[in-house]
């Protein structure tokens, strides 16, 4: 399963580019990126090519950062492609609690990325339907 | 003109029979003290076993202080001068800090506390045929209850409305043509920004007078309120030790606040050396009980700021004024009339394990009602990366809060290290509001 890094930072100038300059400092690549807003604060959410080293670089500046495992699954850049997938996941009642998605070749293929209520059980079903759970090394080197 | 007065025997007793009265009702209360094991113990360290060791008035300077620490440790029963089953009622701080204080009563002293409070509404010029409504809180709160009794033994006709429901205030006011008030200055200025939202003008009200106290105000926030509702607004100072409002109270030249002496024993000292002050110095207000039977109180560290005004009040009351209250000799902040201590803040801060240890408290104006902040930083170590954790530890630490300091502060989350790190004596506090 794929680490997610999670960062919080106070909503004011200067904060968010503190993280990237961080990232850039270490030479991290992020892959995609969201905000979770809460006025005050909020808390990003990255997918970066060195999740672990990432992490420790924030926390030794300071940051209140935390790893936290989500799914990532490829799909196919098409009308229906992310239908398919949270079809699967709503005969089983498997709830989504994030997520997020990011297009890699356009046309071709897609990344959705997902907290779930019951990671384990969604990655069978999942692989089971066919679809590619990515790994962190296939999700980094993409 | 001329003067109203309740008790124009007392009010306008010559000094030199005024003074006689104190050091017999000093000498009475030292023998109340006496029947209590806190002062019996303190007493005897200054070497007092008996009422009539005090020779003058001058020898209150050698009775022992009492401090807020004291009523704590005593608490419930060490500063009980009478048998429980005489006492007939009983007011008590929430005690957030650990441990609560009491003040106990006889019904003595309610006649007692009951007859200051009548001299106070009366040296306004409020009289029997106003309509009084009371918009202070009722319960534990002594402005409630305090001024509720004074103000019917007046023969005012008596609303206790107690404390908030603005919309419902105006109401009242309304329909009982209400012609005095008494309230926070803040609330007051409050209950006049909502008048527009109730569709009520000024004018639609019979109001004259506010008795405005239980917060530090200015004399500019006082003017204000008076020409906002084109009233008389009239300072109110007590606390809770020395039983509540009626302590001191200002008559109609509104020169400063008529302690009454034949109940209280002032002194203004200098709150690091226990110096007295002379007249016009500002120092800590101490004081001494001469009527309380049931908690006979020798030289209470208030904490309160004041001093006392020089010369002779026009209405020819001899009790001495003092002036508006100007702060605290300790930390204690006044938020909406409520009393905290950032002491009570940090506590909950400290047993909320997802925050560190640096805080910040900062006072704003909302309007004309105060508004706390508590900003915290997030401890990064149990930092889960889930922003409805966050959410929830919001809302715990603000509930935390209000059950400690009784109102709800705004609890914002910073990061790590984004707040002024504690250095000795870190400032912790912010006070934004206007100053006076």
Known sequence: MTEQLSVFVDNRPGRLNAVTGILRDHQIDIRAMTIADH???????????????????????????????????????????????????????????????????????????????????????????????????????? | MSVPVWNPAVEFME???????????????????????????????????????????????????????????????GLLAVDLERTVRLHTSSGTTGMPTVIYHTRRDID??????AR?????????????????????????LGLHYGAERVGMLVIPASSGNTGRQIQLMRNFQTSVVHATPSYLLHLHAALTGEGVTV???????????????????????????????????????????????????????????????????????????????????????????????LRYRTRDLSHLVSGNCPCGRTHRRLARIKGRSDDMLIVNGVNVFPSQIEDVLMKTPEVGTNYLIQLEKRGSLDRLVVKTEIYAKLFTGDPQTLDDLRERIGEALRSAILIKPTVELHEPGSLPVSEGKAKRVVDLRPAF
């Not at chain 1, 059980?121 to 692989?127: D, E, G, K, Q, V």
């Not at chain 2, 007692?112 to 409070?117: A, C, P």
């Open chain 2, 112 to 117: 007692h506390w009951t007859e200051l409070v």
């Open chain 1, 39 to 142: 006025r005050a604060y909020g808390v990003v959410k990255l997918l970066v090519s060195d999740p672990r080293l990432a992490h420790r670089a924030l926390v030794d500046q300071g940051f209140a950062a935390a790893l936290k495992p989500v799914l990532a699954i490829a799909i196919e850049d098409r009308p229906g492609g992310l239908h398919e997938l949270l079809e699967v996941l709503a005969e089983r009642s498997i709830n989504v609690l994030d997520a997020y998605g990011f297009v890699i070749a356009p046309g071709q293929r897609a990344v959705w990325c997902m907290e779930v209520d019951d990671p384990d059980a969604a990655a069978r079903l999942i692989a089971a339907r066919g679809l590619e759970v990515l790994a962190d090394h296939e999700l980094y080197r993409l």
């Open chain 2, 15 to 77: 000094r030199e029979a005024l003074e006689r009265l104190q050091l017999a009702s000093l000498r009475q209360t030292v023998a109340w003290a006496l029947e209590t094991p806190f002062y019996r113990r303190r007493l005897a360290e200054v070497g007092l076993t008996h009422p009539e060791d005090l020779g003058s008035l001058r020898d209150v300077r050698n009775l022992p202080y009492t401090t807020k620490d004291d009523l704590r440790a005593a608490f419930p029963n």
């Open chain 2, 203 to 297: 004018e639609q009200l019979r109001l004259r007078k506010a008795f405005i106290g239980a917060e530090p105000h200015s004399e500019e926030t006082r003017r204000k309120i008076e020409a906002l509702f084109g009233i008389q607004a009239y300072n109110s100072y007590g606390l809770s030790e020395m039983n509540g409002p009626g302590v001191a109270f200002e008559c109609v030249y509104q020169t400063g606040l008529h302690l009454w002496e034949d109940a209280y024993i002032l002194e203004i000292l200098d709150p690091e050396t226990l110096q007295p002050l002379p007249e016009g110095r500002t120092g800590e207000i101490v004081m001494t009980t001469l009527q309380r039977q049931a908690t006979p109180l």
């Open chain 2, 120 to 144: 106070c509404i009366v040296a306004t010029g409020a009289t029997a045929r106003d309509v009084f409504q009371n918009m202070t809180n009722y319960g534990m709160f002594t402005g409630g």
